[in-house]
């Protein structure tokens, strides 16, 4: 049974920081690309970081660019999102993808919220 499980979500103040973790179990994990999406009310969901499956390739969006830190540990199956400098627009629910095509796999989310 596939599942990914994010952990690490809450309540911080703006300019803090927080790090969530996505572990995997029930595939490959080594073998899959993992993505970080957000969605905040109202908002589509969009992405904000991706590695691919060694870890040496990362993108993200350009609006945590600088801030954010995507990493993984295959030996753990898990891959963490490091978040710094938070704004309020970074309040959102978090999901961890996996994807290999074409299968594609989601967490049930983690809430962060920036607020002071």
């Known amino acids: 049974q596939v599942q990914l499980v994010e952990s690490g979500g809450g309540l911080v103040q703006p300019g803090g920081s927080l790090r969530l973790s996505c572990a995997a179990s029930g595939f490959t994990f080594s073998n899959y690309a993992m993505r970080w999406y957000r969605q905040a009310p109202g908002k589509e969901r969009e992405l904000v970081a991706h590695?691919?499956?060694?870890?040496?390739?990362?993108n993200y969006a350009d609006s945590v660019k600088g801030r954010f830190t995507i990493s993984r540990d295959n030996a753990k199956n898990t891959v963490y999102l490091q978040m710094n400098a938070l704004k309020p627009e970074d309040t959102a629910v978090y999901y961890c993808?996996?994807?290999?095509?074409?299968?594609?796999?989601w967490g049930q989310g983690t809430q962060v919220t920036v607020s002071s």
């Open positions: 993808n996996a994807r290999k095509w074409p299968l594609d796999h």
């Open positions: 590695i691919g499956t060694g870890g040496g390739i990362t």
